[in-house]
């Protein structure tokens, strides 16, 4: 079975604080790909990253940064100098090795960034 | 741009009345997603298209049905709405040709749907 466990419900900083938002998942397929999409108070679903199981290689996009660690099954999500736009509910998902390119999403992170 | 558009964004319908939420894209991409997201909850995929090949999930009421005509539209018929299917439905394209690398699934707006 697959599953991905965002752990913290909601989180509340203030403007300009570093957050961390974390994301745990399971699957027995060697093969699989690791999503983070953006959903801000509009509704849309907005892509932010995508990893592969095969490339461990951090990556850092002006404020953002992801940590993806194989050995502890975790794909953590950073946000720097947080600011009142980054307030949003944020979702980590899992797609396996399957053809069908279906998503498991985990129950999201609402952050909260207040001026 | 290239995008995922969905048609209306806010939708009210009666109870029992069947609703047609609509969907398109410039993508071009050949997988097409229908998902509904209620309050404080991840989104659930309904359905997909594989091109021209249906994929219901198993938990999917039929009261759910989609058609794509061509590649670039796709329909969600509710045939007899309920209360409990007001939610956000949410469109989604990818491209899964073979290329591992454009597979990523892009997301309309969403058609808020209210029924009263």
């Known amino acids: 079975a697959q599953k991905v466990t965002q752990a913290q419900t909601e989180i509340s900083v203030v403007e300009k604080e570093d957050v961390t ?7 027995r397929d060697t093969t699989y790909y690791l999503f983070w999409y953006k959903q801000p108070p509009s509704g849309e679903l907005v892509f932010l ?13 002006g404020r953002y940064s992801w940590n993806f660690q194989k050995s502890t099954s975790s794909f953590n999500f950073t946000i720097t100098a947080s600011q009142v736009v980054d307030s949003a509910v944020y979702f980590c998902a899992l ?15 609402t952050l909260q960034v207040k001026p | 741009d290239a995008m995922v558009i969905q048609n209306p964004r806010y939708q ?46 198993a938990d999917t009421p039929d009261n759910f049905q989609s058609r794509r005509p061509n590649t670039s539209f796709c329909f969600l018929d509710i045939r007899s709405p309920g209360l409990g299917d007001a939610a956000m439905y949410l469109c989604a394209t990818s491209s899964l040709r073979g290329d591992r690398d454009t597979d990523t699934q892009y997301f309309g707006p969403g058609t808020r749907l209210t029924v009263l």
Request: aromatic share 14%; hydrophobic share 25%; with cysteine.
């Open chain 1, 21 to 27: 938002l974390d994301c745990v998942y399971e699957t």
């Open chain 1, 49 to 61: 990253i995508r990893r592969n199981s095969f490339d461990e290689q951090n990556e850092i996009s």
């Open chain 1, 95 to 109: 797609r396996g090795s399957s053809n069908t390119g279906k998503l498991i999403f985990g129950q999201g992170t």
């Open chain 2, 12 to 57: 009210v319908t009666q109870f029992g009345k069947p609703v047609t939420l609509s969907c398109s894209q410039t993508l071009n991409h050949n997988v097409m997603y229908w998902y509904q997201q209620k309050s404080s909850q991840a989104p659930k995929l309904l359905f997909h298209y594989y091109d021209k090949d249906f994929n219901n999930e």
